[in-house]
Protein backbone atom coordinates (compact mmCIF):
# COMPACT_ATOMS: atom_id res chain seq x y z
CA UNK A 1 0.00 0.00 0.00
CA UNK A 2 0.61 4.18 -0.45
CA UNK A 3 1.42 5.33 2.51
CA UNK A 4 1.74 8.56 3.67
CA UNK A 5 2.77 9.56 7.09
CA UNK A 6 2.77 12.56 9.51
CA UNK A 7 4.75 12.94 12.25
CA UNK A 8 4.43 16.18 14.61
CA UNK A 9 5.28 15.18 18.08
CA UNK A 10 8.24 17.32 18.99
CA UNK A 11 10.14 19.74 16.88
CA UNK A 12 9.99 18.10 13.15
CA UNK A 13 7.49 18.43 10.66
CA UNK A 14 7.81 15.34 9.01
CA UNK A 15 6.10 13.63 6.17
CA UNK A 16 6.82 10.75 4.66
CA UNK A 17 5.60 8.60 1.77
CA UNK A 18 6.20 4.86 1.22
CA UNK A 19 5.23 1.80 -0.82
CA UNK A 20 5.40 -1.10 1.43
CA UNK A 21 8.77 -1.18 2.85
CA UNK A 22 9.92 1.14 -0.06
CA UNK A 23 10.65 4.62 0.59
CA UNK A 24 9.27 7.34 -1.93
CA UNK A 25 9.83 10.48 -0.01
CA UNK A 26 10.92 12.08 3.75
CA UNK A 27 10.04 15.70 3.99
CA UNK A 28 11.17 17.34 6.97
CA UNK A 29 11.23 20.74 8.26
CA UNK A 30 12.32 21.71 11.81
CA UNK A 31 11.58 24.84 14.33
CA UNK A 32 14.54 23.89 16.06
CA UNK A 33 16.22 27.90 15.06
CA UNK A 34 12.86 29.12 16.80
CA UNK A 35 13.92 27.36 19.75
CA UNK A 36 17.45 27.62 20.12
CA UNK A 37 17.29 31.40 21.78
CA UNK A 38 15.29 29.79 24.87
CA UNK A 39 17.43 26.80 24.92
CA UNK A 40 15.12 24.19 24.49
CA UNK A 41 11.89 23.21 22.36
CA UNK A 42 9.12 25.86 23.27
CA UNK A 43 5.94 23.73 23.18
CA UNK A 44 3.70 26.76 21.93
CA UNK A 45 6.35 27.45 19.48
CA UNK A 46 6.50 23.91 18.28
CA UNK A 47 2.74 23.65 17.76
CA UNK A 48 2.51 27.08 15.83
CA UNK A 49 5.32 26.05 13.66
CA UNK A 50 3.82 22.57 12.85
CA UNK A 51 0.35 24.64 11.45
CA UNK A 52 2.25 26.67 9.10
CA UNK A 53 4.74 23.78 7.63
CA UNK A 54 2.68 21.14 7.35
CA UNK A 55 0.83 21.94 4.40
CA UNK A 56 4.01 23.03 1.68
CA UNK A 57 5.80 19.80 3.63
CA UNK A 58 3.15 17.60 2.30
CA UNK A 59 3.46 18.82 -1.05
CA UNK A 60 6.71 18.71 -1.21
CA UNK A 61 6.68 14.89 -0.27
CA UNK A 62 3.90 14.15 -2.74
CA UNK A 63 5.78 16.29 -5.60
CA UNK A 64 9.37 14.02 -4.21
CA UNK A 65 7.49 10.83 -4.14
CA UNK A 66 6.37 11.45 -7.64
CA UNK A 67 2.44 10.70 -7.08
CA UNK A 68 -0.90 12.07 -6.79
CA UNK A 69 -2.52 12.74 -3.56
CA UNK A 70 -5.40 10.99 -4.65
CA UNK A 71 -3.11 7.56 -5.10
CA UNK A 72 -2.49 7.66 -0.88
CA UNK A 73 -3.94 4.17 0.08
CA UNK A 74 -3.84 5.14 4.04
CA UNK A 75 -2.87 8.01 6.23
CA UNK A 76 -0.63 7.37 9.14
CA UNK A 77 0.46 9.57 12.02
CA UNK A 78 1.83 10.59 15.32
CA UNK A 79 -0.68 10.12 18.14
CA UNK A 80 2.00 10.01 21.16
CA UNK A 81 4.10 10.06 23.05
CA UNK A 82 5.45 13.79 22.53
CA UNK A 83 4.16 17.30 22.84
CA UNK A 84 0.64 17.41 23.21
CA UNK A 85 -0.09 20.28 21.12
CA UNK A 86 2.32 19.68 18.57
CA UNK A 87 0.39 16.01 18.35
CA UNK A 88 -2.51 17.54 18.01
CA UNK A 89 -1.86 20.10 14.78
CA UNK A 90 -0.47 16.15 13.85
CA UNK A 91 -3.57 14.73 14.16
CA UNK A 92 -5.64 17.31 13.05
CA UNK A 93 -4.00 17.39 9.75
CA UNK A 94 -4.23 13.90 8.96
CA UNK A 95 -7.68 13.26 10.23
CA UNK A 96 -9.08 16.32 7.85
CA UNK A 97 -6.72 14.40 4.71
CA UNK A 98 -7.97 10.87 5.06
CA UNK A 99 -11.45 12.29 5.47
CA UNK A 100 -11.13 13.92 2.18
CA UNK A 101 -9.31 11.46 0.57
CA UNK A 102 -11.71 8.90 1.97
CA UNK A 103 -8.91 6.47 2.83
CA UNK A 104 -8.02 4.56 6.14
CA UNK A 105 -6.40 6.49 9.20
CA UNK A 106 -3.44 5.00 11.49
CA UNK A 107 -2.98 6.51 14.82
CA UNK A 108 0.54 4.64 15.47
CA UNK A 109 3.09 4.81 18.65
CA UNK A 110 6.11 7.20 17.77
CA UNK A 111 8.79 5.20 19.53
CA UNK A 112 7.70 1.97 17.49
CA UNK A 113 8.10 4.22 14.44
CA UNK A 114 11.29 4.89 15.28
CA UNK A 115 11.87 0.90 15.24
CA UNK A 116 10.22 0.77 11.94
CA UNK A 117 12.54 2.87 10.59
CA UNK A 118 15.02 0.16 9.82
CA UNK A 119 12.60 -1.32 7.61
CA UNK A 120 13.60 1.40 4.83
CA UNK A 121 16.98 0.52 4.78
CA UNK A 122 16.59 -2.01 2.08
CA UNK A 123 18.15 -5.04 4.49
CA UNK A 124 15.95 -7.71 5.52
CA UNK A 125 14.94 -7.30 9.10
CA UNK A 126 15.05 -9.96 11.78
CA UNK A 127 12.98 -10.13 15.24
CA UNK A 128 13.26 -10.35 17.71
CA UNK A 129 16.03 -7.64 18.53
CA UNK A 130 17.20 -5.13 20.56
CA UNK A 131 16.05 -1.55 20.22
CA UNK A 132 18.43 1.49 22.26
CA UNK A 133 16.16 4.85 21.36
CA UNK A 134 17.94 7.62 22.10
CA UNK A 135 16.73 11.23 21.81
CA UNK A 136 16.29 14.67 23.31
CA UNK A 137 13.10 13.23 24.51
CA UNK A 138 13.48 9.45 25.30
CA UNK A 139 16.12 6.76 26.09
CA UNK A 140 14.21 3.70 26.18
CA UNK A 141 15.99 -0.30 26.07
CA UNK A 142 13.62 -2.02 24.19
CA UNK A 143 12.73 -5.94 23.36
CA UNK A 144 10.82 -6.33 20.05
CA UNK A 145 9.75 -9.70 19.24
CA UNK A 146 7.03 -8.54 16.77
CA UNK A 147 6.56 -4.78 15.60
CA UNK A 148 3.13 -5.19 15.10
CA UNK A 149 2.18 -6.97 18.32
CA UNK A 150 5.01 -7.08 20.57
CA UNK A 151 7.25 -4.88 21.93
CA UNK A 152 8.22 -4.97 25.61
CA UNK A 153 9.91 -2.25 27.69
CA UNK A 154 12.95 -3.59 29.26
CA UNK A 155 14.26 0.45 30.37
CA UNK A 156 13.99 3.60 30.70
CA UNK A 157 15.55 7.26 31.68
CA UNK A 158 13.74 7.95 34.75
CA UNK A 159 14.56 11.42 34.80
CA UNK A 160 16.59 13.23 31.33
CA UNK A 161 16.77 11.54 28.20
CA UNK A 162 20.36 11.36 27.05
CA UNK A 163 20.22 14.09 24.38
CA UNK A 164 17.95 16.13 27.29
CA UNK A 165 21.53 15.79 29.31
CA UNK A 166 24.19 16.64 26.47
CA UNK A 167 22.31 19.71 25.79
CA UNK A 168 22.47 20.59 29.58
CA UNK A 169 25.62 20.43 29.86
CA UNK A 170 26.77 22.12 26.60
CA UNK A 171 24.68 24.77 28.59
CA UNK A 172 27.04 24.27 31.50
CA UNK A 173 30.06 24.63 29.18
CA UNK A 174 28.74 27.86 27.95
CA UNK A 175 28.54 26.20 24.05
CA UNK A 176 25.20 26.83 22.43
CA UNK A 177 21.71 24.45 22.43
CA UNK A 178 21.37 22.01 20.72
CA UNK A 179 24.20 20.71 22.70
CA UNK A 180 24.62 16.77 21.72
CA UNK A 181 26.51 17.82 18.28
CA UNK A 182 28.40 20.80 19.96
CA UNK A 183 29.66 18.19 22.76
CA UNK A 184 30.40 15.68 20.14
CA UNK A 185 32.85 18.53 18.12
CA UNK A 186 34.06 20.09 21.68
CA UNK A 187 35.06 16.36 23.12
CA UNK A 188 37.14 15.55 19.72
CA UNK A 189 40.60 17.12 21.67
CA UNK A 190 39.54 15.23 24.86
CA UNK A 191 40.45 13.07 26.65
CA UNK A 192 37.98 10.73 27.64
CA UNK A 193 39.35 8.83 31.02
CA UNK A 194 40.20 12.93 32.06
CA UNK A 195 37.42 12.59 34.83
CA UNK A 196 35.38 9.87 35.73
CA UNK A 197 32.19 10.50 35.88
CA UNK A 198 29.06 8.43 37.86
CA UNK A 199 27.55 5.92 35.20
CA UNK A 200 24.14 5.98 36.75
CA UNK A 201 22.12 2.96 37.44
CA UNK A 202 25.40 1.12 36.80
CA UNK A 203 26.58 -0.21 40.06
CA UNK A 204 27.60 -3.79 40.39
CA UNK A 205 24.09 -4.63 41.84
CA UNK A 206 21.91 -2.48 39.60
CA UNK A 207 23.87 -4.73 36.46
CA UNK A 208 23.51 -8.50 38.22
CA UNK A 209 19.45 -7.47 38.47
CA UNK A 210 19.56 -6.49 34.70
CA UNK A 211 18.02 -3.74 35.30
CA UNK A 212 17.73 -1.42 32.31
CA UNK A 213 16.67 1.99 33.63
CA UNK A 214 19.00 5.28 32.92
CA UNK A 215 19.44 8.08 35.03
CA UNK A 216 21.31 11.08 34.19
CA UNK A 217 20.42 13.61 36.49
CA UNK A 218 23.35 12.65 38.96
CA UNK A 219 26.02 12.93 36.27
CA UNK A 220 24.66 16.26 35.38
CA UNK A 221 25.11 17.22 38.74
CA UNK A 222 28.62 15.74 38.38
CA UNK A 223 29.64 17.75 35.60
CA UNK A 224 28.52 21.06 37.18
CA UNK A 225 30.41 20.63 40.20
CA UNK A 226 33.35 19.63 38.19
CA UNK A 227 33.12 22.93 36.68
CA UNK A 228 31.93 24.82 39.69
CA UNK A 229 35.52 23.62 41.62
CA UNK A 230 37.43 24.18 38.65
CA UNK A 231 36.43 27.84 38.10
CA UNK A 232 36.56 28.45 41.88
CA UNK A 233 39.85 27.32 42.17
CA UNK A 234 40.80 29.40 39.37
CA UNK A 235 41.72 26.57 37.14
CA UNK A 236 41.16 26.97 33.93
CA UNK A 237 38.32 24.60 32.37
CA UNK A 238 39.52 22.45 30.28
CA UNK A 239 36.11 22.04 28.11
CA UNK A 240 37.26 19.35 25.73
CA UNK A 241 38.01 16.89 28.56
CA UNK A 242 35.02 17.60 30.83
CA UNK A 243 33.11 17.16 27.09
CA UNK A 244 35.07 13.55 26.66
CA UNK A 245 34.31 12.30 29.99
CA UNK A 246 31.04 13.10 29.74
CA UNK A 247 30.45 11.97 26.61
CA UNK A 248 32.22 8.74 27.76
CA UNK A 249 30.00 8.12 30.72
CA UNK A 250 26.66 8.46 28.52
CA UNK A 251 27.80 6.13 25.69
CA UNK A 252 29.66 3.91 28.36
CA UNK A 253 25.82 3.44 30.07
CA UNK A 254 23.92 3.14 26.92
CA UNK A 255 26.25 0.46 25.40
CA UNK A 256 26.63 -1.62 28.99
CA UNK A 257 22.54 -2.14 29.43
CA UNK A 258 21.87 -2.49 25.76
CA UNK A 259 24.19 -5.19 25.22
CA UNK A 260 23.29 -6.90 28.56
CA UNK A 261 19.92 -7.03 27.32
CA UNK A 262 21.19 -8.62 24.75
CA UNK A 263 22.82 -11.45 26.45
CA UNK A 264 19.89 -11.48 28.89
CA UNK A 265 17.15 -12.00 26.49
CA UNK A 266 19.66 -14.11 24.00
CA UNK A 267 19.28 -11.79 21.11
CA UNK A 268 22.40 -11.18 18.94
CA UNK A 269 20.62 -7.96 17.45
CA UNK A 270 20.48 -4.66 18.32
CA UNK A 271 19.14 -1.53 16.60
CA UNK A 272 19.98 2.31 17.71
CA UNK A 273 17.51 4.89 17.05
CA UNK A 274 16.93 8.61 17.77
CA UNK A 275 18.98 11.46 17.55
CA UNK A 276 21.74 10.90 19.82
CA UNK A 277 22.47 7.77 17.40
CA UNK A 278 24.32 11.24 15.68
CA UNK A 279 26.98 10.75 18.31
CA UNK A 280 30.31 9.25 17.01
CA UNK A 281 31.42 8.19 20.18
CA UNK A 282 28.23 6.45 20.74
CA UNK A 283 28.38 4.69 17.01
CA UNK A 284 31.86 3.86 17.32
CA UNK A 285 32.03 2.16 20.92
CA UNK A 286 28.97 0.39 20.38
CA UNK A 287 29.98 -1.12 17.11
CA UNK A 288 33.29 -2.41 18.81
CA UNK A 289 31.68 -4.07 21.36
CA UNK A 290 29.29 -5.29 19.73
CA UNK A 291 31.38 -7.35 17.74
CA UNK A 292 33.07 -8.45 20.65
CA UNK A 293 30.24 -9.78 21.83
CA UNK A 294 28.93 -11.22 18.75
CA UNK A 295 25.55 -8.57 18.36
CA UNK A 296 24.80 -7.28 15.19
CA UNK A 297 24.25 -3.57 15.39
CA UNK A 298 22.00 -1.58 12.81
CA UNK A 299 21.93 2.06 12.47
CA UNK A 300 19.71 3.57 9.78
CA UNK A 301 20.65 6.68 7.98
CA UNK A 302 20.53 9.54 10.34
CA UNK A 303 17.55 10.98 8.53
CA UNK A 304 15.72 7.81 9.30
CA UNK A 305 16.87 7.92 12.85
CA UNK A 306 15.97 11.44 14.12
CA UNK A 307 11.79 12.16 13.93
CA UNK A 308 10.49 11.88 10.50
CA UNK A 309 7.41 10.74 8.90
CA UNK A 310 8.67 7.77 6.39
CA UNK A 311 9.28 6.08 9.98
CA UNK A 312 5.37 6.61 11.22
CA UNK A 313 4.12 5.52 7.53
CA UNK A 314 6.24 2.59 7.17
CA UNK A 315 4.72 1.18 11.01
CA UNK A 316 1.19 1.78 9.41
CA UNK A 317 2.48 0.10 5.98
CA UNK A 318 3.02 -2.73 8.52
CA UNK A 319 -0.21 -2.49 10.73
CA UNK A 320 -1.96 -3.12 6.96
CA UNK A 321 0.28 -5.57 6.05
CA UNK A 322 -0.58 -7.82 8.81
CA UNK A 323 -4.75 -6.93 8.41
CA UNK A 324 -4.86 -4.21 11.08
CA UNK A 325 -8.15 -2.51 11.50
CA UNK A 326 -7.58 1.52 10.81
CA UNK A 327 -8.10 3.50 13.93
CA UNK A 328 -11.46 5.39 13.88
CA UNK A 329 -11.44 8.93 14.02
CA UNK A 330 -12.31 9.28 17.75
CA UNK A 331 -8.53 9.49 18.44
CA UNK A 332 -6.56 12.11 20.71
CA UNK A 333 -3.20 13.17 21.44
CA UNK A 334 -1.46 11.08 24.40
CA UNK A 335 1.79 12.54 25.53
CA UNK A 336 2.39 9.59 27.48
CA UNK A 337 1.18 6.66 25.12
CA UNK A 338 3.59 3.63 26.50
CA UNK A 339 5.29 1.61 23.35
CA UNK A 340 3.29 -1.62 24.33
CA UNK A 341 0.59 0.56 22.45
CA UNK A 342 1.37 0.06 19.18
CA UNK A 343 -2.00 1.50 17.49
CA UNK A 344 -3.93 3.81 18.78
CA UNK A 345 -7.77 2.11 17.73
CA UNK A 346 -9.90 5.04 18.96
CA UNK A 347 -12.96 4.08 19.82
CA UNK A 348 -15.37 2.03 17.47
CA UNK A 349 -17.75 4.60 16.20
CA UNK A 350 -21.77 3.95 15.36
P1 LIG B 1 12.01 12.79 20.40
O1 LIG B 1 12.54 12.58 21.75
O2 LIG B 1 10.51 12.90 20.35
O3 LIG B 1 12.50 11.77 19.41
P2 LIG B 1 13.77 15.07 19.77
O4 LIG B 1 13.46 16.04 18.66
O5 LIG B 1 14.12 15.65 21.05
O6 LIG B 1 12.46 14.19 19.86
P3 LIG B 1 15.77 14.04 18.02
O7 LIG B 1 15.41 15.09 17.03
O8 LIG B 1 15.73 12.61 17.57
O9 LIG B 1 14.92 14.11 19.33
O10 LIG B 1 17.22 14.34 18.60
C1 LIG B 1 17.58 15.59 19.13
C2 LIG B 1 18.52 15.36 20.29
O11 LIG B 1 19.71 14.67 19.84
C3 LIG B 1 19.00 16.64 20.96
O12 LIG B 1 18.90 16.50 22.35
C4 LIG B 1 20.45 16.76 20.51
O13 LIG B 1 21.29 17.41 21.44
C5 LIG B 1 20.85 15.30 20.37
N1 LIG B 1 21.99 15.13 19.47
C6 LIG B 1 22.08 15.50 18.17
N2 LIG B 1 23.32 15.24 17.69
C7 LIG B 1 24.02 14.68 18.71
C8 LIG B 1 25.36 14.21 18.88
N3 LIG B 1 26.23 14.26 17.89
N4 LIG B 1 25.71 13.72 20.09
C9 LIG B 1 24.83 13.66 21.10
N5 LIG B 1 23.57 14.11 21.03
C10 LIG B 1 23.17 14.60 19.85
MG1 LIG C 1 13.96 16.97 17.20
FE1 LIG D 1 11.60 10.68 18.30
Not at 13 to 33: A, C, F, Q
Not at 207 to 219: E, I, K, N, Q, V
Not at 269 to 293: F, H, Q, S, T
Amino acid sequence: PLVLGIETSCDETGIGIVRGRTLLSNTISSSMDEHARFGGVVPEVAARAHLEALQPAIAAAVAEAGIALADVDAVAVTSGPGLAGALMVGIGAAKALAVGLDKPLYAVNHLVGHIAADLLTGEDVEYPTVALLVSGGHTSLLLVRDLVSDVELLGETLDDAAGEAFDKIARILGLPYPGGPEIDRAAAGGDPSAIRFPRGLSRASDMAAHRYDFSFSGLKTAVARWVEQADASGQQVAVADVAASFREAVVDVLVTKALDACAHHGVPRLLLGGGVIANRRLREVALARAAEAGVAVRIPPLSLCTDNGAMIAALASELIASGRQPSTLAFGADSTLPVTQIQVAGEAVG
